[in-house]
Structure formats: structure tokens, C-alpha cells
């Protein structure tokens, strides 16, 4: 247990200094505001949901776009958000509810 745990953290603060994360979209919920990301690296599935402060998803499904995760405070709220870049818009941003890591 304490290895997966392990493992688990070291992959999340890998993935955390990446520049740019590659991410797939496989399903958009607009009225929930709820979309699921696909990392196709590491094997994860993000399920994720819009921030208060965004209009609307701008996502596309079965697309492919540059992420990041922002640096937040120490407040619960407010860290865990995903940044997207879509090319010629303004990015989007995400707060992550669950990561699922899959398997082979």
C-alpha cells in the first residue's frame, strides 16, 4: 500500500512540472460543466469540472490540447486546477475531481 502511495505522489509531481501536458478530451458534459481528459502518457483518466469564473467549456471531444496545473495556495479550494490552451482562445480552466490511473 505504501508503494502504490508512493508511486501515486511521485507520478502526480512528475506530471505537475511538466511545461505542457498533452491531453485528449473523450466526453464533455455542458450542462454540468464536467468533462473527462485523457492522458495518453501516463495512462489517466482526469475527470474534471469547470471553475465558477469560466463562461463555458470551449472543449471539443476526441481533440487534442496542451495542459498545465497551476500553482495554487495551500487552500483546498483553489489548488488542483487545470489549465488548457486552445490554439487562438483564451485557455480554460479545470478543477480536478478524480484521477484514475489505468491499467494495461
Known sequence: MRIKLLALL????????????????????????QVTLLLPIHHARIEAVLVPEEPEIRLRVD????????????????????RVTIPGEKPVRFRLRKITFLSN
Open 10 to 33: 511521485l507520478t502526480l509531481a512528475a506530471v505537475a512540472c511538466l511545461p505542457g501536458l498533452p491531453i485528449k478530451v473523450t466526453a464533455v458534459n455542458h450542462r454540468n460543466g
Open 63 to 82: 481533440e487534442f490540447y496542451d495542459a498545465d496545473f497551476e500553482a495554487g495556495e495551500v487552500d483546498t479550494v483553489k489548488r488542483n486546477v487545470l
